[in-house]
């Protein structure tokens, strides 16, 4: 896409999980997505420690803000804007960024955006396939989401249609990989797995997905049972676990879900664009089913190359640079973390805004 | 030299200007669960009663604790952000020090910080300026017998009139003495520390029981 000159050019900071990311975009245009990421530190324990992400932030953020520079070739100054997850997230991890980002704007004289990191997971779209369809459905699944919304403003309007009632899909990769003793994070390496493997080996319970069950909703909690309890049952009967078929049976449960509520949402709601972001979008066999079931049901899907769907700054950039383009109120220097912050609130404006 | 010293170790959010000669301005509220919405605004208000700008300042100091985490980071990566905005030099100060430079007690004495879970952060020293120990985290109890005798500054030793029976002024750290305690050194050519964090304690991180999820439920 042609870089456009007059569009706001953004900064965005990310530290809401355990990657410390700093992006910058001109408008819909991507020019740097630095990210240092703690997950060796995490990998270990098998999830995500907040102390150590909180730590590594700390350590990693002037040195990735200074790559990020670089790696766009601008200068700090003509920035016309600072943005920042404000959350939701880890309450000590979102402090790092915000305290950098509000301290950053106020230096250089700039405007300063908090804004909510699940819409950023929607915004980062438009640095890939350009303008977001108004409205666009969007399905997010990580290690700390699923959830299914709807906006038709991306800076003003988003609307939870649907969201996981326990477990995040990423976590139940985690745990299932956990399980099987294939380490963390589980999401690439189920991926790698399930490749070689059966997808109908086992038939793993699909959660909500009876007549009486919210259309949209989503539980991965039952399944992550059932799969563990099956291999148990295989090790107590001093059977060999069939690793790759366990891993491509589970996977093709998650995917099957995930789809095909997505669809129907899309249905429901006359929506004809499907996007896909979050970590989890990075999985090969969702990729492929969702390509499948919205070209039957005429829908295009919008799925980020991998690197922009985990999370990193470019996407908070992006959303910060349409709050620009768009007119939105800044926040205001007191702007503070919040760790449940709403899907309903893309941005936290200042009190006089 | 225009020095901006800062510190967020305690339940003080605390800032202070120092031209080089004395302390221009300060400000200083005890509010130990708002460290990240109170510092800002209180760089902003510093400034203004001085009536300077920001670009004006030459020199960062900050509080590199030890305190409580996620606030004593609020300091740190402020007093970061402003050395990358301003392209100045950031210099650390522990913050115990500042406390025992405020206290100018004449003898030996200890000062002690609330470090939580029935600890202090603490450390001896010989006078105002001169540091015995490195800074640690303990059980009074435990410590009892080294700090025995001694007058003690610090929020840290009001918590614990068993262990620390002498208290005296003051109770929170100050960015106006900091800001002194650094300029003196600085004078004097000494290095001050890198603005990194003293945690002292490893971080808690055994396997998490819940999962941490990124999405409240
Ligand atoms: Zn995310």
Known sequence: ?353 | MLLLALDTATPAVTVALHDGGEVVASASQVDARRHGELLLPAVDRVLADAGLKLDAVTDLAVGIGPGPYTGLRVGLMTAQTLGLALGVPVHGVCTLDALAYAADLPGPFVVATDARRKEVYWARYADARTRLTDPAVDRPGDIADQVAGLPAVGAGALLYPETFPDVHEPEHVSAAALACLAAERLARGEELPAPRPLYLRRPDAQVPKNYKVVTPK
């Not at chain 1, 520079?69 to 991890?93: F, Y």
């Not at chain 1, 990075?282 to 829908?299: D, K, Y």
């Not at chain 1, 640079?321 to 200042?350: C, F, I, N, Q, Y």
Request: proline letters at 6%; hydrophobic letters at 45%; a negative charge.
């Open chain 1, 1 to 353: 896409m042609a870089e456009n000159r007059d569009a706001p050019l953004v900064l965005g900071i990310e530290t809401s999980c355990d990657e410390t990311g700093v992006g910058i975009v001109r408008g819909t245009t991507l020019l740097a997505d630095a990210v240092a990421s703690s997950v060796d530190e995490h990998a270990r324990f098998g999830g995500v420690v907040p102390e150590v992400a909180s730590r590594a932030h700390l350590e990693a953020m002037v040195p990735t803000i200074e790559r990020a520079l670089k790696e766009a070739g601008v200068s700090a100054k003509d920035l016309d804007g600072i943005a920042v997850t404000a959350g939701p997230g880890l309450a000590g991890a979102l402090l790092v960024g915000v305290s950098a980002a509000k301290t950053y704007a106020y230096a250089l004289g700039k405007p300063l955006y908090g804004v909510n990191h699940l819409a950023s997971h929607i915004c980062v779209d438009q640095l890939e396939h350009g303008p977001l369809p108004e409205p666009t459905m969007a399905l997010l699944v990580s290690g700390g989401h699923s959830s299914l919304l709807l906006s038709s403003d991306i800076t003003s309007d988003v609307r939870p249609m649907g969201a996981t009632i326990d477990d995040a899909a990423g976590e139940a990769f985690d745990k299932i990989a956990r399980v099987l003793g294939l380490g963390f994070p589980g999401g690439p390496v189920i991926d790698r797995y399930a490749r070689e493997g059966d997808p109908d080996a086992i038939a793993f319970p699909r959660g909500l997905t009876g007549p009486r069950d919210p259309a949209y909703d989503f539980s991965f909690s039952g399944l992550k049972t059932a799969v563990a309890r099956w291999i148990e049952a295989k090790r107590a009967a001093g059977e060999e676990v069939p690793v790759r078929d366990v891993a491509a049976s589970f996977q093709e449960a998650v995917v099957d879900v995930l789809t095909r509520k997505a669809v129907r949402a899309c249905k429901d709601e006359g929506v004809d664009h499907l996007m896909i972001g979050g970590g989890v979008a990075a999985n090969s066999r969702l990729r492929a089913l969702a390509e499948e079931r919205c070209a039957a049901a005429g829908i295009r899907l919008r799925v980020p190359r991998p690197k922009l769907c985990t999370d990193n700054g470019a996407m908070v950039a992006a959303l910060g640079a349409e709050m620009v383009a768009r007119g939105r109120p800044a926040s205001d220097w007191e702007l503070s973390a919040d760790s449940s912050l709403p899907v309903t609130e893309p941005h936290v404006p200042g009190e006089g805004g």
